[in-house]
């Protein structure tokens, strides 16, 4: 009797976790084509759209026969399911089946199902892995001209007179400060720093300190010192990453040891955090115990979803004089990648998506918002609803002045962050760890296609 | 494909075993064999699997392997590592073992599963759960001990901190591998022992601990070869830092091939440590076969 109840339940716990199986897949997205019965109804446009890149929802995909493709991403689902939707409204014998890879595994993943037969025809692209997919890549079909004319910074993606991606969106590093500690400090809107030797002073009154122990850092760059300061506030003071050729690292110039000798002030001359004190800025932030962090753009939605209990404001990075030569490096996010070794009406029917994507300048804003990026479409730098995001808003007057260096292989960053932690932790000297830290970039991209594409920065020359 | 020999009497019995071994021999072929075979070729080559190259180098990967600074400051790290979690690993394996073996401990199935539990638990959950311990403010270590020890990024405790993690996790195996030795001793030498009057640390000097040396070997082995391959807890904990103090010659390994994606080095680095392995490995079995 008693082993019959253990098989029933056993039973039921399969069927259970079978069905449960089912249900998960349908939730997140997979499996499921723009004409679910569960999807909301989507009104189709009829007449063309877009700027220069235009949109034409007359005209009939894959001479109007049913056609599948899948779309590989690594996360929001529901934001590629809602652009899907609005394109299979329109062309209903398109099914895009969403699939969603986690980000740790959708770069193993996706160059093993690119090599072979069955890849994917459409995938989101992240520009640090652009030397693993540059040989899956079809051009886009679209005049590049065409291109220039709607988005910023297409000539930075142009490889032999072809684009294969551009940038939806540019992300870059914003300060952002606890308003309720910004007030407990005596401090207004008028003390927003707008230089570094402000933002060090601001930071000073930001502290708290019982005693020797710091209950309360003004400023925290625990663990992301690197990536949003070193590589970066090197273009405030008139140097590139990356030396003429393009290809020479240039991380131990005297710029960057500036910057990373500021770093080691505002700690131990100024006291205004520790290294110790958080094992990361961007939580200690999060969980009230710093004042003041840069962050990149999806720390926006990050501090609203995860910590929205924080009362924070947003400002534009300082600078070390007031006309830097730029104000700090962006990364794009990239556009949909459209793979070659895809059938032939497969590509058609991805070509013509991307089109849709750059021409609607409704998921620009959507993309963008979920993003947290500036928009590379020209035409949306002034649009309210991207106004609306204090993150964004503090970039628009100065966007132009913000610098891509390319897509850097990961070298760059895990070097300099080596070098950082062997100045604050293991008493290395900035000339010697710096100098480490490039010669260990060189070495890794002695066999790397990369070129800097700074010279490509529209002030460049002045 | 295998001629009769002797004991196997039916047909189908002989079909079987040519079957089982030809599924096996495949196995490792495709899984074991042609792989290693690949990674050596690599080895003489700049490689990167995903943008295609595959340039002959000759011997520059092994070159750049035998004079590279971090690969030797991660071998020593190694050497450390493995040494200390080794002894500890052992010593507190056979002592545990041997206290639970004793006739004063009651529920000994239910300790054996207790010190067991960390060993089945996966090392990336482990990993985790003791870096949020180590954290220099909301850790659970610190709160209490009293310190304030930034145990993870301070290059004097980094690797000890990683150390007392992978002993918690790892001494269990060596708990229920010497109890199976310690309920396989022949009982007439523990009973003769007894006759005689030795004392319980002469019964375990003389008797216990040398009857124990098969199994004491093989943990020792199999640790051996599993703590030179040891980079899940680097990974998570320390990632090798602060700077590179914590860099362990696998962690090496994991970093040039899947993020860099410089496997040509990766797989260089990959044969100097099967060498190592296969020396150390070579070296315990001299020493015991010549104490036996």
């Given amino acids: 009797m008693k082993k019959k109840w253990i098989a029933a339940m056993m039973a039921a716990a399969i069927a259970f976790t079978g069905l449960a199986g089912c249900g998960s897949k349908d939730s997140n997205g997979g499996g499921q084509g723009g004409n679910s019965e569960d999807s909301p109804k989507v009104e189709a446009p009829t007449e063309p759209f877009g700027d220069t890149v235009k949109y034409d929802p007359s005209v009939e995909i894959n001479e109007g026969k049913d056609i599948t493709v899948e779309l590989w991403e690594w996360g929001s689902d529901d934001l590629f399911q809602q652009i899907i939707d609005g394109y299979t409204a329109m062309h209903p014998n398109v099914t895009i089946k969403l699939v969603n890879n986690p980000w740790e595994d959708y770069w193993t993943k996706l160059p093993l199902a690119l090599d072979g037969a069955n890849g994917p025809a459409l995938f989101n692209v992240h520009n640090s892995y652009h030397e693993n997919l540059i040989n899956y890549l079809a051009p886009l079909e679209i005049p590049v001209e065409d291109l220039e004319a709607d988005f910023t910074g297409v000539a930075a993606h142009l490889i032999d007179d072809k684009v294969y991606y551009i940038d939806y969106g540019m992300m870059t590093g914003t300060v952002y400060y606890n308003k309720d500690m910004w007030e407990t400090a005596g401090l207004t809107d008028a003390d927003i720093p707008k230089t570094w030797d402000q933002m060090r002073e601001v930071a000073k009154k930001l502290t708290i300190r019982e005693g020797d122990s710091l209950v309360q850092a003004g400023l925290n760059f625990n663990d992301d010192f690197h990536q949003n300061y070193l590589l970066g506030l090197n273009y405030q003071l008139g140097e590139n990453l990356f030396q003429e050729d393009g290809k020479t690292p240039n991380v131990n110039s005297e710029s960057m040891k500036k910057v990373m000798q500021m770093l080691v002030d505002m700690y131990e001359t100024d006291g205004v955090g520790s290294k110790d004190f958080g094992e990361k800025g961007s939580d200690s932030f999060g969980q009230g115990q710093s004042a003041m962090v840069i962050q990149w753009g999806h720390y926006y939605n990050t501090l609203n979803t995860t910590w929205s209990d924080i009362n924070f404001g947003v400002f534009e990075i300082p600078t070390f004089d007031e006309n830097p030569y730029a104000y700090n490096r962006y990364n794009g996010e990239s556009t949909f990648g459209i793979n070659k070794n895809a059938p032939a009406d497969q590509q058609a029917v991805a070509q013509d998506f991307v089109k849709y994507f750059l021409a609607n300048d ?28 204090p993150s964004l808003a503090v970039l628009s007057e100065h966007i132009d002045h913000y610098i891509w260096p390319g897509p850097m292989p990961s070298t760059v960053e895990t070097s300099l962050k080596k070098a950082g932690q062997d100045i604050f932790f293991n008493g290395v000297d900035i000339d010697t760890a710096l100098n480490a830290a490039q010669e260990e970039i060189i070495r890794d991209m002695k066999s790397s296609a990369f070129v800097s594409v700074e010279n490509l920065y529209e002030f460049a020359e002045k | 494909m295998f001629k009769k020999s002797s004991p196997l009497q039916s047909k189908s019995e002989i079909i079987l075993r040519n079957i089982v071994v030809a ?19 690599g080895s003489f080559h700049e490689w990167n699997p995903l943008s295609g190259t595959y340039r002959f180098l000759g011997f520059e990967n092994y070159k750049e392997v035998f004079t590279s600074a971090l690969f030797g400051k991660s071998m020593l790290n190694t050497l450390i590592f493995s040494v200390v979690v080794i002894i500890f690993r052992v010593g507190l394996g056979l002592g545990i073992a041997y206290a639970i073996y004793s006739s004063l401990v009651k529920y000994k199935s239910f300790f054996r599963a207790v010190y067991y539990m960390p060993v089945v638990t996966p090392m990336v959950a482990v990993a985790f759960v003791w870096k949020f311990m180590y954290n220099p403010q909301i850790g659970t270590i610190n709160q209490i001990f009293g310190l304030d020890v930034n145990w993870l990024m301070n290059p004097k405790t980094a690797l000890i901190a990683v150390i007392i993690m992978t002993i918690w996790k790892d001494f269990g195996y060596a708990v229920v591998m010497f109890m199976a030795g310690l309920y396989s001793l022949p009982s007439d030498a523990l009973e003769a022992a007894n006759v005689d009057g030795a004392s319980a640390w002469q019964t375990f ?8 040396k098969p199994m004491t070997l093989f943990v020792v082995i199999t640790s051996i070869i599993s703590y030179i391959q040891a980079y899940v807890q680097i990974l998570i904990m320390t990632e090798g830092g602060p700077g590179t103090a914590t860099y362990l010659a696998s962690y090496i390994i994991y970093d040039e091939a899947f993020v860099k994606y410089n496997f040509g080095y990766a797989s260089a680095l990959s044969f100097v440590l099967f060498i190592i392995t296969a020396v150390f490995t070579w070296l315990s079995f001299r020493v015991s076969g010549k104490e036996e």
């Fill in chain 2, 23 to 41: 599924a096996m021999v495949v196995f490792f072929m495709l899984f074991l064999i042609i792989p290693i075979g690949i990674a050596f070729a």
């Fill in chain 1, 362 to 389: 409704d998921a620009q804003i959507a993309f963008n918002l979920a993003m947290s990026t500036f928009p590379a479409k020209k035409s949306l730098a002034d649009d309210p609803k991207i106004l609306e995001n």
């Fill in chain 2, 205 to 212: 000097r003389y008797i216990t601990f040398p009857l124990l």
